[in-house]
């Protein structure tokens, strides 16, 4: 269990994360309204462009501001 900074100083614990994905297509962007209207969407990106969307194994669907390919190195480092 190592955290994980996302961006802006919020951590997450790696091994809660289930899978990162971009934001870009359409299946994520249903993943995205969807998470908001049952209110388990964490909005980590301080007003800044969602560039990776991380799902949770507790069902959270969060933004955030770093890319995909940045979070996966911060992951493998363990930083």
């Given at each position: 269990?190592?955290?994980?900074?996302?961006?802006?100083?919020?951590?997450?614990i790696?091994?809660?994360i289930v899978?990162?994905?971009s934001?870009?297509s359409?299946?994520?962007?249903?993943?995205?309204?969807?998470?908001?209207?049952?209110?388990?969407?964490?909005?980590?990106?301080?007003?800044?462009?969602?560039?990776?969307?991380l799902?949770?194994?507790?069902?959270h669907?969060?933004?955030?501001?770093?890319?995909?390919?940045?979070l996966?190195?911060r992951?493998?480092?363990?930083?």
């Amino acid at each position: 269990m190592k955290p994980i900074n996302i961006g802006f100083n919020n951590i997450v614990i790696d091994s809660r994360i289930v899978g990162i994905i971009s934001p870009d297509s359409a299946p994520s962007k249903r993943l995205r309204e969807e998470a908001k209207e049952r209110e388990m969407l964490i909005d980590a990106t301080s007003g800044r462009r969602t560039r990776a969307i991380l799902i949770m194994d507790s069902g959270h669907i969060i933004l955030s501001a770093i890319n995909v390919e940045t979070l996966l190195l911060r992951i493998e480092k363990g930083e």
